[in-house]
């Protein structure tokens, strides 16, 4: 079982473009859920999908959006981007949204210059 | 609005001392509480959680609502346990919507 995978592992992108960053859930797994994590800080909640819906969102600007696909794996995209949006960004999957435990991908390290 | 705070960001014990890293929260609610670690080189994982009440890898948290804590305790460090350490809230009964504290860099010392 591959867990979590999430790609690219690296990206650069130039402000004002969009990216689009990818992650499949762990093999049985339903849910995934994606965080933000900025240099010497922990894990920011952005969105859960569920059922191919947005079923929670953090405090992230509308620039950021995402969806899930049949076969459960999803996607971020974020229009737009900032300096501030470099971050590695982490998906999580679990079964069912509310009580499995998470389990991590590695991230993609984003890099707007 | 949901905080979890972790006060140390480098914690350096000695192989057999005791550990205590700790975390403060605060929520008006009744939180879900979590301790996530982060080996080196490996993927962030769930160490234990408040519901489930175990002791993971020698590992025990305690949530103290009176205090807002939820302090991560081993009687005896070792030096697997050398890792970073992050506390987490979640405002419903699962592991929806995770706030998480920056972390402590626990290492072991030989």
């Known amino acids: 079982d591959a867990g979590v995978t999430q790609s690219p592992t690296h990206l650069i992108k130039t402000r004002g473009q969009q990216v689009t960053l990818r992650c499949s859930p762990k093999s049985g797994h339903d849910t995934v859920s994606w965080y933000q994590q900025a240099l010497g800080q922990g894990p920011q909640f952005i969105f859960q999908?569920?059922?191919?819906?947005?079923?929670q969102r953090g405090n992230f600007p509308d620039r950021f959006s995402g969806h899930q696909f049949p076969n459960y794996s999803s996607e971020l995209n974020v229009n737009a981007l900032l300096l501030g949006d470099s971050a590695l960004y982490l998906c999580?999957?679990?079964?069912?949204?509310?009580?499995?435990?998470?389990?991590f991908g590695n991230g993609t390290r984003l890099t707007v210059t | 609005a949901q905080r979890v705070t972790q006060p140390e960001k480098l914690l350096s014990v000695f192989k057999g001392a005791p550990v205590e890293l700790k975390c403060n929260y605060s929520?008006?609610?009744?939180?879900?509480l979590f301790w996530y670690v982060q080996y080196s080189r490996q993927r962030l994982q769930l160490l234990l959680r408040h519901i489930s009440r175990e002791s993971i890898k020698g590992f025990t948290a305690d949530l103290n609502k009176g205090e807002t804590s939820f302090h991560l305790k081993k009687p005896f460090a070792q030096e697997e346990d050398s890792a970073m350490y992050y506390c987490a809230l979640s405002p419903n009964f699962g592991n929806e919507k995770l706030t998480f504290g920056t972390g402590t860099r626990l290492t072991i010392i030989p």
């Open positions: 999580a999957s679990s079964l069912g949204p509310i009580m499995s435990p998470l389990h």
């Open positions: 999908y569920y059922e191919e819906e947005e079923r």
């Open positions: 929520y008006s609610g009744s939180p879900e």
